[in-house]
């Protein structure tokens, strides 16, 4: 693994070699000194274009607790919005000496190119695209899941060396703009889950048809028929009531009575089902308070295992997958 | 002046036959040519002998859809440098879209760049009008006066922008009529495509970029052929991509509506599939459509519901292509390698019975006829205008963007092997190219 563009780049092998060393990593951050060294005299650049203090702050901690040096680069406006152009601030932070670039950018595809234009030559970690991919939220997801779904026995609490295989996965929401969904749904094909996408009409991509899963209009039946393991809530813009041709759903209101995660829905899902919202959320519109603060809840765990997975990520980029025995 | 005398070449790919081209026109054909050239020779005038015996002569090409970007971004063109691009791809006349900085809006402007066009040398520049001042789709622009105007123009187009006003689309349609215009529709129905990056369909949802749905060219299509109709006008489609533009077009020659089209080379090749890269060389619009689509515009321009072949030669300098997909501008060149994707997707292909008869009927005589340019797209024969093109149909040859003659690199054919290639253009009886190289008016004087 060169780069992380897309989380439909990885093979099952490698996804489950991520969520593997994921799982060393996290089992480091309940010891009292969290630090590692495996990163020492490297320096990983965060490079922001679009604001998300979350995930920049999950990248940052993950270098950090590698003794990565981090260089935090908010360069919001870019050739978009006629800053300086990405190519001019790639080129900049090359001769600085960056060993590893982990990009934000609203502009799909803005990962791809810095990774293939020449303009650097260091591993690229896609951190999210535009309306692209998110492959490190798909990771964290899915490390999740299989802590839930698939631990146990000898492979742990973890689920080590396990995939998804026949699990079941239904995510809700504005897929149209999310590039969580996207990655979400590469993955989770890849390690075998059942996915189901759930969302009015309006908010589905043209050509969804083609993706590896199933999708549906109605939730509530979803919930009745798939009786799912694990139920992701999508963030619902407020804004995209108001776009053009009078946005894509009526009112907030009928998106929460049809697609919302109520106190009715979360009682009629399994009992084992998880609730996964990728944050931040819209507490009310898309998710229900009762929903986001029940024990079946993972959505703060998510937070936790996204720094353990861009630990590993970050690890097998720039230290190498071969060295990870011996960094044990 | 310097007087030509073509051996041997096949013309429109049929007979083999001698032309002499002196004073500007075609003055003597077959066993004649050569004897012309020699009672030329005997009064002193300078007779060049070209071996055409394995090329074939076409009229010269005409391009109803090119943009010169003079006056306003000479940094990615400039009538000079894009004329003499196109002379290197075959063509002995461009139109020079309005979309520049000023628009061609007015009699100044288009006269302007028709002026730049006879200075150069290289081509017949026709310039375009727009049809609304300043491309804002508000209000029409004095389109008589362009009409009037020495450049003499009979296409209108608002080219990059849409005439979306129903009511303005059926008063220009109308108005034309007067002096004999067209006008040449950009068919982006603009609500439906707000922030579009690539063709809407499988391929933009898995890369997340916004999509342009094909129904946002296909409705203007229809609306505009039924306008046409009603107000008995003719109307031109620009740079039809998709199958339901195809079918509608069909459809309204049938029904005996006066409606012409044009595809691009590009969108006779090239799928949505190219842009999984994220390369912006291949960011267009209209965009890049599917296999499908590429399968319906061949069809189409095989059996004649697309007339003619347009390159909407759209250069761009380098910054504005070396970005991030979203950031980049629409547009590829396309007057060097026009030709040659034609002979690629159609002539050398055996699922299509197009020969170069149908090069010559849909790169020149056609496009002349639209654009309504008497002295180009003229048939090969005694006495008409010397304006002709020699192809070598069995040459090939790559594509090196720094190497084409455009002033920018934009073209989505870098390193790709092509076959034909351009070995002499002649405009009003000069050679404007031989030998593959473009020799400048003073070249030759020299």
Same mark, same amino acid.
């Given at each position: 693994?060169?780069?992380?563009?897309?989380?439909?780049?990885l093979?099952?092998?490698?996804?489950?070699?991520?969520?593997d060393?994921?799982?060393?990593?996290?089992?480091?951050?309940?010891?009292?000194?969290k630090?590692?060294?495996?990163?020492?005299?490297?320096?990983?650049?965060?490079?922001?274009?679009?604001?998300?203090?979350?995930?920049?702050?999950?990248?940052?901690?993950?270098?950090?607790?590698?003794?990565?040096?981090?260089?935090?680069?908010s360069?919001?406006?870019?050739?978009?919005?006629?800053?300086?152009?990405?190519?001019?601030?790639?080129?900049?932070?090359?001769?600085?000496?960056?060993?590893?670039?982990?990009?934000?950018?609203?502009?799909?595809?803005?990962?791809?190119?810095?990774a293939?234009?020449?303009?650097?030559?260091?591993?690229?970690?896609?951190?999210?695209?535009?309306?692209?991919?998110?492959?490190?939220?798909?990771?964290?997801?899915?490390f999740?899941?299989?802590?839930?779904?698939? @631990?146990?026995?000898?492979?742990?609490?973890? @689920?080590?060396?396990?995939?998804?295989?026949?699990?079941?996965?239904?995510?809700? @929401?504005?897929?149209l703009?999310?590039?969580?969904?996207?990655?979400?749904?590469?993955l989770?094909?890849?390690?075998?889950?059942?996915?189901?996408?759930?969302a009015?009409?309006?908010?589905?991509?043209?050509?969804?048809?083609?993706?590896?899963?199933a999708?549906?209009?109605?939730?509530?039946?979803t919930?009745?028929?798939?009786?799912?393991?694990?139920?992701?809530?999508?963030?619902?813009?407020?804004?995209?009531?108001?776009?053009?041709?009078?946005?894509?759903?009526?009112?907030?209101?009928?998106?929460?009575?049809?697609?919302?995660?109520?106190?009715?829905?979360?009682?009629?899902?399994?009992?084992?089902?998880?609730v996964?919202?990728?944050?931040?959320?819209?507490r009310?519109?898309?998710?229900?308070?009762?929903?986001?603060?029940?024990?079946?809840?993972?959505?703060?765990?998510?937070?936790?295992?996204?720094?353990?997975?861009?630990?590993?990520?970050?690890?097998?980029?720039?230290? @190498?997958?071969?060295?990870?025995e011996?960094?044990? | 002046?310097?007087?030509?005398?073509?051996?041997?070449?096949?013309?429109?790919?049929?007979?083999?036959?001698?032309?002499?081209?002196?004073?500007?026109?075609?003055?003597?054909?077959g066993?004649?040519?050569?004897d012309?050239?020699?009672?030329?020779?005997?009064?002193?005038?300078?007779?060049?002998?070209?071996?055409?015996?394995?090329?074939?002569?076409?009229?010269?090409?005409?391009?109803?859809?090119?943009?010169?970007?003079?006056?306003?971004r000479?940094?990615?063109?400039?009538?000079?440098?894009?004329?003499?691009?196109?002379?290197v791809?075959?063509?002995?006349?461009?139109?020079?879209?309005?979309?520049?900085?000023?628009?061609?809006?007015?009699?100044?402007?288009?006269?302007?760049?028709?002026?730049?066009?006879?200075?150069?040398?290289?081509?017949?520049?026709?310039?375009?009008?727009?049809?609304?001042?300043?491309?804002?789709?508000?209000?029409?622009?004095?389109?008589?006066?362009?009409?009037?105007?020495?450049?003499?123009?009979?296409?209108?187009?608002?080219?990059?922008?849409?005439?979306?006003?129903?009511?303005?689309?059926?008063?220009?349609?109308?108005?034309?009529?007067?002096?004999?215009?067209?006008?040449?529709?950009h068919?982006?129905?603009?609500?439906?495509?707000?922030?579009?990056?690539?063709?809407?369909?499988?391929?933009s949802a898995?890369?997340?970029?916004?999509?342009?749905?094909?129904?946002?060219?296909?409705?203007?299509?229809?609306?505009?052929?039924?306008?046409?109709?009603?107000?008995?006008?003719?109307?031109?489609?620009?740079?039809l991509?998709?199958?339901?533009?195809?079918?509608?077009?069909?459809?309204?020659?049938?029904?005996?509506?006066?409606?012409?089209?044009?595809?691009?080379?590009?969108?006779?090749?090239?799928?949505?599939?190219?842009?999984?890269?994220?390369?912006?060389?291949?960011?267009?619009?209209?965009?890049?459509?599917?296999?499908?689509?590429?399968?319906?515009?061949?069809?189409?321009?095989?059996?004649?519901?697309?007339d003619?072949?347009?390159?909407?030669?759209?250069?761009?300098?380098?910054?504005?292509?070396?970005?991030?997909?979203?950031?980049?501008?629409?547009?590829?060149?396309?007057?060097?390698?026009?030709?040659?994707?034609?002979?690629?997707?159609?002539?050398?292909?055996?699922?299509?019975?197009?020969?170069?008869a149908?090069?010559?009927?849909?790169?020149?005589?056609?496009?002349?006829?639209?654009?309504?340019?008497?002295?180009?797209?003229?048939?090969?024969?005694?006495?008409?205008?010397?304006?002709?093109?020699?192809?070598?149909?069995?040459?090939?040859?790559?594509?090196?963007?720094?190497?084409?003659?455009?002033?920018?690199?934009?073209?989505?054919?870098?390193?790709?092997?092509?076959?034909?290639?351009?070995?002499?253009?002649?405009?009003?009886?000069?050679?404007?190219?031989?030998?593959?190289?473009?020799?400048?008016?003073?070249?030759?004087?020299?």
């Amino acid at each position: 693994m060169r780069h992380l563009l897309s989380a439909a780049d990885l093979s099952r092998a490698e996804a489950i070699e991520i969520l593997d060393t994921t799982a060393t990593m996290a089992a480091t951050q309940s010891r009292e000194i969290k630090k590692l060294p495996a990163l020492r005299g490297l320096t990983v650049v965060n490079l922001f274009f679009e604001d998300s203090t979350r995930t920049r702050i999950s990248f940052e901690a993950a270098a950090k607790r590698l003794s990565a040096d981090v260089i935090n680069f908010s360069a919001k406006g870019s050739s978009v919005s006629k800053g300086e152009s990405l190519k001019d601030t790639a080129l900049t932070l090359a001769a600085m000496g960056a060993d590893a670039v982990v990009i934000r950018h609203q502009a799909s595809g803005a990962p791809h190119r810095l990774a293939t234009s020449g303009w650097v030559r260091t591993p690229v970690v896609n951190a999210g695209d535009g309306m692209h991919q998110h492959p490190t939220q798909a990771l964290l997801d899915a490390f999740t899941m299989r802590r839930h779904l698939a @631990g146990g026995g000898e492979a742990g609490p973890d @689920g080590i060396g396990r995939d998804l295989a026949g699990a079941k996965v239904v995510i809700v @929401g504005d897929v149209l703009h999310s590039r969580v969904a996207r990655s979400n749904v590469d993955l989770l094909h890849t390690l075998g889950a059942d996915v189901t996408l759930v969302a009015p009409p309006t908010l589905l991509p043209v050509g969804v048809h083609t993706w590896p899963c199933a999708v549906s209009y109605d939730l509530n039946a979803t919930i009745a028929d798939v009786r799912p393991d694990a139920i992701m809530m999508l963030r619902v813009q407020r804004e995209r009531m108001s776009s053009a041709g009078g946005g894509f759903f009526p009112s907030p209101m009928e998106y929460s009575r049809r697609y919302g995660l109520d106190g009715t829905r979360l009682a009629a899902l399994p009992e084992h089902c998880v609730v996964m919202h990728p944050g931040p959320m819209n507490r009310g519109l898309e998710i229900s308070a009762k929903a986001a603060d029940s024990p079946r809840s993972t959505i703060v765990e998510q937070v936790a295992n996204g720094v353990a997975v861009r630990m590993a990520v970050l690890y097998l980029l720039l230290a @190498g997958g071969t060295e990870t025995e011996g960094s044990r | 002046m310097t007087t030509y005398l073509i051996r041997a070449a096949s013309v429109l790919g049929g007979e083999r036959s001698d032309l002499y081209l002196a004073d500007g026109v075609i003055a003597a054909l077959g066993a004649d040519a050569a004897d012309a050239a020699t009672t030329a020779r005997a009064d002193g005038v300078d007779v060049v002998e070209i071996d055409a015996s394995t090329l074939i002569a076409l009229p010269g090409l005409v391009d109803l859809h090119t943009h010169l970007r003079e006056p306003g971004r000479e940094d990615a063109e400039t009538v000079a440098s894009g004329t003499r691009a196109a002379a290197v791809g075959g063509f002995t006349c461009v139109h020079a879209m309005a979309n520049t900085d000023p628009v061609a809006d007015t009699a100044g402007v288009v006269e302007q760049v028709w002026r730049l066009g006879e200075d150069a040398g290289w081509a017949q520049v026709r310039p375009v009008g727009a049809v609304t001042v300043g491309l804002r789709g508000e209000q029409l622009a004095e389109l008589g006066a362009m009409a009037d105007s020495a450049a003499a123009v009979r296409v209108f187009s608002d080219d990059g922008k849409c005439v979306d006003d129903p009511v303005l689309m059926r008063r220009a349609l109308e108005y034309v009529k007067a002096f004999d215009g067209v006008v040449a529709q950009h068919a982006q129905e603009p609500r439906l495509t707000q922030g579009a990056l690539m063709h809407e369909g499988v391929v933009s949802a898995e890369l997340g970029l916004t999509g342009w749905p094909a129904v946002a060219e296909e409705a203007i299509v229809a609306r505009d052929v039924l306008l046409a109709e009603h107000v008995g006008s003719r109307v031109h489609i620009c740079h039809l991509s998709t199958a339901g533009s195809v079918d509608i077009v069909r459809w309204a020659k049938a029904r005996g509506i006066d409606v012409t089209a044009e595809v691009t080379p590009h969108h006779l090749i090239l799928t949505d599939e190219a842009v999984r890269g994220y390369d912006p060389q291949f960011k267009v619009n209209p965009p890049l459509r599917t296999a499908a689509d590429v399968a319906a515009v061949r069809a189409g321009l095989a059996d004649g519901t697309i007339d003619i072949v347009a390159t909407d030669h759209a250069p761009h300098p380098d910054e504005d292509k070396d970005c991030e997909f979203a950031a980049a501008a629409m547009g590829m060149t396309g007057l060097e390698t026009a030709l040659s994707v034609v002979v690629a997707a159609m002539v050398d292909n055996p699922e299509y019975d197009f020969d170069w008869a149908d090069v010559a009927r849909t790169m020149s005589t056609t496009p002349a006829a639209i654009g309504r340019v008497a002295e180009q797209g003229r048939p090969l024969e005694v006495g008409e205008p010397a304006n002709l093109v020699l192809v070598d149909p069995d040459a090939t040859w790559t594509v090196d963007p720094a190497a084409l003659r455009t002033a920018s690199e934009n073209t989505p054919f870098a390193s790709d092997e092509l076959p034909a290639r351009v070995i002499a253009t002649f405009w009003r009886g000069r050679a404007t190219v031989l030998d593959g190289e473009p020799r400048a008016r003073t070249d030759v004087r020299a």
